[in-house]
T-cell receptor, first 112, second 110 residues
Framework: DGGITQSPKYLFRKEGQNVTLSCEQN?????MYWYRQDPGQGLRLIYY???????QKGDIAEGYSVSREKKESFPLTVTSAQKNPTAFYLC???????????FGDGTRLSIL | SQQGEEDPQALSIQEGENATMNCSYK?????LQWYRQNSGRGLVHLIL?????REKHSGRLRVTLDTSKKSSSLLITASRAADTASYFC??????????FGTGTRLTIIP
């Protein structure tokens, strides 16, 4: 079955540590997105990529980094520069220029 | 910045009743989408309406769009317990940068 897989489901970060969230899709979608969701809030765009080896900052990119070396994969690194990383992170993908977005089931990141 | 603001923030209704949620947005869009999110899960796309459309139906869902008022509404008819979820509107041009609203939390009481 086609879909988007995010891993791990739960992740804990220590002070000063970088952590990487995985997002893999087998939908043959060109575009991929990372969102952050805080409790009771909507989604805010962190980064997005419309093609391999290219990505753009979203509204809240500070403290995060991404790579897009393969069409299927769009990992997100939460760096130590992100001082308030506790949130629910959602990855999505779509056929470039066509709606809608398909979402994974998220990774919940907490601070130890 | 949040493009859409949903109203109400929370809604509780009896099973079988209709549920209406509203969304307002700030800037120009060429499409507005509605998504559902069950607790602790990802979002699921429900329906999309384009800026040149005024109303669209899909099963028990009815969406309206008023571009002059920059607003949209989602109506769920004959609600079921399984409709309990949060509902988000999202607007944008194409799919490059969808901007999501803050959501309406819908509870269906059996």
């Amino acid at each position: 079955d086609g879909g988007i897989t995010q891993s791990p489901k739960y992740l804990f970060r220590k002070e000063g540590q970088n952590v990487t969230l995985s997002c893999e899709q087998n939908l043959n979608h060109d575009a991929m997105y990372w969102y952050r969701q805080d409790p009771g809030q909507g989604l805010r765009l962190i980064y997005y990529s419309q093609i391999v080896n290219d990505f753009q900052k979203g509204d809240i990119a500070e403290g995060y980094s991404v790579s897009r070396e393969k069409k299927e994969s769009f990992p997100l690194t939460v760096t130590s520069a992100q001082k308030n990383p506790t949130a629910f992170y959602l990855c999505a993908s779509s056929t470039a220029g066509r709606e809608p977005q398909h979402f994974g089931d998220g990774t919940r990141l907490s601070i130890l | 910045s949040q493009q859409g603001e949903e109203d109400p923030q929370a809604l509780s209704i009896q099973e079988g009743e209709n549920a209406t949620m509203n969304c307002s947005y700030k800037t120009s869009i060429n499409n507005l989408q509605w998504y559902r999110q069950n607790s602790g899960r990802g979002l699921v796309h429900l329906i999309l309406i384009r800026s040149n459309e005024r109303e669209k139906h899909s099963g028990r869902l009815r969406v309206t769009l008023d571009t002059s008022k920059k607003s949209s509404s989602l109506l769920i008819t004959a609600s079921r317990a399984a409709d309990t979820a949060s509902y988000f509107c999202a607007g944008g041009f194409g799919n490059e940068k969808l901007t999501f609203g803050t959501g309406t939390r819908l509870t269906i009481i059996p």
